[in-house]
């Protein structure tokens, strides 16, 4: 009696794909593509019914939905099936870049006020217990879903894969939503949050880049066609995940800070009371 073959479950973004054929291989999911243009539509028809929102603000949305949409359905997507390297770097652009972009354009405000609802606490964030809250929430996210177990997880069943994207997501437009709080009398808890997760960031970055051996075994197979061992792999995805967060967090503690530190310089110039 003869056994049955073995059942080859395949990843959400396929198989893995080879150099020459990388610029072929497009995700052009109908379910996700029509979420997006949906995503689109709906925040395009909420910016304007509400005088709130101007051109610039417009602008970062489009811009973030834009480089949230290519992360998903360019090349990036098979890509992050060869390379644990390449998975990191569309988490990365997903919420240190698309995530930021996507909540200046202050999506919140314009989808509450569609709603009819009009209190501007709605879509405004609350000081230290939103800041920790948000901050912890997405630490254990990240780490969650770069832990070997479910990571590998994600290959294997989209549910989970898109139980990683769609949370990782979430939780970073909140953590943005806190950091780019405006009120002044949030910049304190905002730069508590950015620096945590710069710290936890760099520090998950850190751990992965000096493993002594490889974690991932999703990519056992599928890294020596781009020239790196699994391990060389590991290491430049934990880099992409330890640099740009450090750099980017800090330079949004700098933006919170800046109006903090003007005060103080300018005060000892105003003109003395009499």
Known sequence: MALAPETVTIPYCGLPVSPDALWSRWNIDPALIMILVLCALGYGLAARVTDTINNHQKLSFYAGWAVL?????????????????????????????????????????????????????????????????TTALFAALLWFWHSPGPYAATFTSDIFYWSMHISMIGSALWLWHVLLDPRRSHAVPS?????????????????????????????????????????????????????????IFLAVATIVLWPLIGDRVQRPLLPSEP
């Open 191 to 247: 730069l508590l949050a950015g620096l945590i997760t710069s710290t936890q960031m760099s520090l998950l970055g850190a751990v992965i880049t000096f493993a002594p051996h490889p974690l991932y075994s999703p990519h056992l197979l599928t890294t020596l066609g781009w020239g790196l061992t699994q391990l060389q792999d590991q290491q430049l995805g934990g880099a992409i995940m330890w640099i740009p967060s450090g750099v």
């Open 69 to 133: 949409s290519a992360a998903l359905i360019s090349p990036l997507c098979p890509l992050s099936v060869s390379l644990f390297a390449a998975r990191v770097a569309q988490h990365m652009i997903l919420v240190l870049i698309a995530a930021p972009l996507i909540i200046v354009g202050r999506p919140g405000i314009a989808i509450a006020r569609l709603l009819g609802y009009r209190r501007r606490k709605i879509t405004q964030g609350g000081g230290f217990t939103a800041g920790l809250s």
